[in-house]
């Protein structure tokens, strides 16, 4: 072993010199000159490519060959490919047949946390300029608490403590009060519940000192500092900041290492409030039966009275339908989504095609030298990876399927073994940043498929593998993350959940170094890591326009979210393998923040209008109480599902359904719109059609003479058609301001009974 240890080391050392020679390019190709003989473009390309090298090594006067590699092929925005090529290399590609143009590629900033950028996030535009990075909001997050040493809390640059500011910076073990400062203003934990429970417990570490990471990465995601030269082992290097890098953060430690409570969830809640928080960050699930047995739901109808604007989490037990546990109607219910960034390592075959794959591997060397490519039928035995693989990059044929429950450690020989290895992911698993111990590399089914020719074809088959590569440009992106949680809500589905999806998938944010092999910043996934960029951005909202309601906040976000990724097509749901995802998958679309500054109209709601749903959910005036903490008297005569909402669900009876569940064919929705902008504004109504099905909106045209008016509608859906079990058909109502360009959008959409209601009533 320590042979070999040596060998590679030797082997890298002697590829960075080889790699520093390379310079990334661009090159345009006609394709309409490609000889026939070519397959298709990228064979020709690739050809060009290794034809120019041999040329290239053959006039070379240093001995040393480059190996030049494709990265990608283009056929849609231009024709033609990006490569790493030496100067030479790129002299012989001028001169080849239906050569156009080359350039060096720009170097794009790689920003860690570039999540912020991805979501249009800019220094010169938009919400981060306009509420001043969110200047002066307070955001709570109730989590695993804090690690105060990360950089992410220093406070340069922030504003003086809010002298609103109630919360305290409690001293436990490890943790002072000199740990807080103007960014870090408030931290506190509780135990009592856990300890109530196990009295004879010992808590190793008694303070709001975070020993997990996941409260530092949530946090430093909603509002952390800016810091320079941040990655995790080289991946994503850049600026790690949070949504509102100018926000506050004040910490409430809730969960612990040994064990949880769901009394310490709501004391930390409570405290949050009574400290005087803007925003409240909850990365969190809980089982529950309805909301009125759901702490989380309970608590955020208390911040929601007081104008606390609550985030929370849709869950990570997608992609199935009915996978989100709450979605609770007076908070954002975020859900996950990628980003066109990749973490991950390159596979060079012998013939100069580079295969681009997943991997977080942060061993060294950093690269593995050429070696023979084996292909191992089960990878799973040990024996036979032994047998096969020694001295070889080993090529898994049998797909990972549970790579999403065991992404840490694949349940394989090959770790074991630690050859390098080579997987194939089943389709849509490749967004997982896989955590390998070992130098491995997860390849999509495609990729896997042109390794197994080339391993087949080529006489001396061959691989080289380069890690802590961090690409951009991956194409759909944004899409919705399979692990995301799916609506409908069990608990109410009458409102449309998750609201909006933010990214979720390979965020880079700080961590409690000894979890993170020593970095202080971890790469995570999950919609715990979607749900701080949206409290962040809440927090800039609220900064911007203190007199909203958390309702009016959460209206902005949801109406003005995007629908599009960078194909220019609807953003799609790869898990669910279906070519758009539906409002149960990405509610109304992908968080966009700077159009969430002017959404136009909001749909408004108050503690009233959520009573009037409490009663219409047939609650009992005891779990009402649990909820709202104050009698109801006789309000229920006005009960109503018909939650002032900006998304529509309606469900219906499907083919054969006996009994009904709801017997309808019409179903008619009255909703109120206040204008948010300054000035006079007429508003008209759009709608897409949802095949089979009449909607009608009345009035369609809206006249707003001041700020703050308010104008009512109704939406009426009539089913011309029999839905088949769990379906679900949807399209968007647009009110559209002709003036100023406004689009104030939602999501309508008809589900068959099947998907939530019946569970829901019986
Ligand atoms: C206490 O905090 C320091 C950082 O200030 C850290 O290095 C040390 O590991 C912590 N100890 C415990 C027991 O958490
Ligand atoms: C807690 O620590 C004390 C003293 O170190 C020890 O006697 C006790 O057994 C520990 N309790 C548990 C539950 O581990
Ligand atoms: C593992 O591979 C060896 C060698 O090819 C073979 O003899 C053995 O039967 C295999 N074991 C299993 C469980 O498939
Ligand atoms: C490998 O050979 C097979 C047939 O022998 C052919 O179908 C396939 O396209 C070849 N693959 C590559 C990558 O050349
Ligand atoms: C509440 O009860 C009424 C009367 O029994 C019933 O018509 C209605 O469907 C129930 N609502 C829900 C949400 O279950
Ligand atoms: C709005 O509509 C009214 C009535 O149709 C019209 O008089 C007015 O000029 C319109 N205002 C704007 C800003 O378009």
Known sequence: MAAVFTFLLFTALSLHHVSAQLASYIVHMDKSAMPKAFADHHAWYSATVSDAAATAHLHAADAVPDLPYLIYVYDKAIHGFSARLSASQLEQIKRSRGFLHAYKDLPVELDTTYTQDFIGLREDRGIWPASHHGKGAIIGVIDTGVWPESQSYADDGMPAVPARWKGACEVGDNFTTAMCNRKLIGARSFNRGLLAEEPNLNISVNSPRDTDGHGTHTSSTAGGNYVRGASYFGYGSGTAKGAAPRAHLAIYKVLWREGTSTADVLAGIDQAISDGVDVISISMSSRSTGLYDNPLAIAAFAAMERGIFVAHTAGNRGPDLTTIRHGIPWALTVGASTTDRRFGGTVVLGDGTAIRGGSLYVGMPPSIRLLPLVAVSDCNNETLVLEQGRNKVVLCQQPLHDLIDNWLYPPNTAQRARFPAIFIATSYKIETNSKFDYPAVLVTPADGARLLGYLNNASNPKASLRFRKTSFGTRPAPAVASYSSRGPSRICPYVLKPDVVAPGTGVIASYVPSEAMGSPFEVQQGTSMACPHAAGVAAMLKALHPDWSSAAIRSAMMTTASTSDNTGGQISDPARSRDS??????????????????????????????????????????????????????????????????????????????????????????????????????????????????????????????????????????????????????????????????????????????????????
């Open 581 to 762: 995802a539906s409002p149960f998958d990405m509610g109304s679309g992908q968080l966009d923040p700077n159009r969430a500054v002017d959404p136009g109209l909001v749909y408004d709601a108050d503690a009233g209008d959520y009573r009037r749903l409490l009663c219409a959910l047939n609650y009992t005036k005891a779990q009402i109480r649990a909820i709202t903490r104050s009698g109801i008297k006789s309000r229920c005569s006005d009960a109503s599902l018909d939650l002032n909402y900006p998304s529509f669900v309606a469900y219906f009876d499907p083919v054969g359904a006996k009994p009904s569940v709801v017997n309808n064919r019409v179903r008619e929705f009255r909703r109120t719109v206040t204008s948010v902008a300054d000035g006079e504004w007429n508003y008209t109504a759009e709608v897409t059609p949802i095949d089979g099905f009449g909607i009608k909106v009345n009035p369609t045209r809206l006249v707003f003479r001041k700020k703050n008016e308010k104008q009512s509608f109704t939406l009426r859906m009539v089913r011309r058609r029999k839905m088949v079990y769990r379906e679900t058909a949807y399209g968007w109502l647009r009110w559209v301001d002709g003036r100023g360009g406004r689009v104030v959008r939602s999501p309508v959409l008809a589900a068959s009974t099947r998907s939530a209601l019946e569970q829901a009533t019986t």
